[in-house]
């Protein structure tokens, strides 16, 4: 069964930096394109960042462009993100995801194939 697991959430202070990992299994997702999405309280999941199944092409939403960096490596079947200078705004459960697609389609979730179970980020003073 194709599984994603998170890795790596937690709290940090504004400003700070944190390291996300997703391991994926059961599985090939070598053609897969792999990313991110969040969900904060009462707002809906949205699109953070992903990469395309190559690991050379890669997409991020607006907010965190500049900020966020979104990388794998097929080797380990691991999809990580690197977020810097953090801000409140930034606390969620930042959710792995999978799909065979990449691009633009990933602004609509509805179409992400697999997704892992969430790890928290907190960023407060």
């Known amino acids: 069964q194709a599984r994603l697991v998170e890795s790596g959430g937690g709290w940090v202070q504004p400003g700070g930096s944190l390291g996300l990992s997703c391991a994926a299994s059961?599985?090939?997702?070598?053609?897969?394109?792999m990313g991110w999405y969040r969900q904060a309280p009462g707002k809906d999941r949205e699109f953070v960042a992903a990469?395309?199944?190559?690991?050379?092409?890669?997409e991020y939403s607006d907010f965190v462009k500049g900020r966020f960096t979104v990388l794998r490596d097929k080797t380990k079947n691991t999809v990580y993100l690197v977020a810097s200078n953090l801000v409140p705004e930034d606390t969620a459960v930042y959710l792995c995801?999978?799909?065979?697609?990449?691009?633009?389609?990933?602004?609509?979730?509805?179409?992400?194939?697999?997704w892992g179970q969430g790890t928290q980020v907190n960023v407060s003073a």
């Open positions: 990469v395309d199944w190559t690991g050379t092409h890669t």
């Open positions: 059961g599985r090939s997702f070598e053609s897969f394109a």
């Open positions: 995801a999978a799909d065979e697609t990449f691009g633009s389609s990933w602004y609509n979730l509805w179409t992400i194939a697999y």
